[in-house]
């Protein structure tokens, strides 16, 4: 299995371009959440989703859309690229975790998507 | 979802025991402990998760007391390759808002 797969790995962008960060997963994963990384800092979660056409906000989601159309899929688009948008994205899927199973509700990274906006 | 309280850094020496203690005072009825590790440059993996008393596997050991208001990550004889930064999340099951905090760094020297 290939797990989590972000593209593209890096990717420079102008002020006021638009991109679009892929995310695919493969496991069948119900849960999937997209964060952001600052130089040194922890993950900050822009948005998640629970399920095929539902997505929800997190902690930081000025600046961002994302959509939910497949269980597989949930691509992150910028609108319009600032600077402060300069970070590692991370795509991360998981099962939930549930009381009659066992799973942990482990989430599953990808390797990253580092975008810069100059 | 519980606000979690790490050190900001610790350093240790190759062979010692490392703990990391986590605070969460506000942690629910069903919240789940977890801990993650992350390298430089990945994403973060899935270290251990308990719910109370202790776990262990293969990688750590993860003990939490009877109030559940705190958690400790034990890393036995820690080696140079366990330099990572340390988060560590509470949650309860089906809970899908899953927010890091800013994670503990440790450094481990020869």
């Known amino acids: 299995n290939a797990g989590v797969t972000q593209t593209p790995k890096f990717r420079i962008l102008k002020i006021g371009q638009s991109m679009t960060l892929q995310c695919t997963q493969d496991m069948n994963h119900n849960y999937m959440y997209w964060y952001r990384q600052d130089p040194g800092m922890g993950l900050k979660l822009i948005y998640y989703s629970v399920g095929a056409g539902i997505t929800d906000k997190g902690e930081v989601p000025n600046g961002y859309n994302v959509s939910r159309s497949t269980t597989e899929d949930f691509p992150l688009r910028l609108e319009l690229a600032a600077p402060s948008q300069t970070s590692v994205y991370f795509c991360a899927s998981s099962y939930s975790i549930s009381a009659t199973n066992a799973n942990t509700g482990e989430l599953f990274f990808g390797e990253g998507s580092r975008l810069t906006v100059l | 979802l519980a606000k979690t309280t790490q050190p900001i850094s610790m350093d240790s020496y190759e062979g010692q025991e490392v703990n990391i203690t986590c605070s969460h005072n506000?942690?629910?009825?069903?919240?789940?402990i977890t801990w993650y590790q992350q390298f430089p440059s990945q994403g973060p993996r899935f270290i251990i998760q308990?719910?109370?008393t202790k776990v262990t596997n293969e990688v750590a050991s993860l003990f939490i007391p009877a109030d559940r208001k705190s958690s400790t990550l034990s890393l036995p004889r820690v080696s140079l390759s366990d330099t990572a930064v340390y988060y560590c999340l509470v949650g309860f099951y089906n809970n899908n808002d899953m927010r890091f905090g800013a994670g503990t760094r440790l450094t481990v020297k020869p």
């Open positions: 506000n942690i629910a009825t069903n919240d789940y």
């Open positions: 308990g719910y109370k």
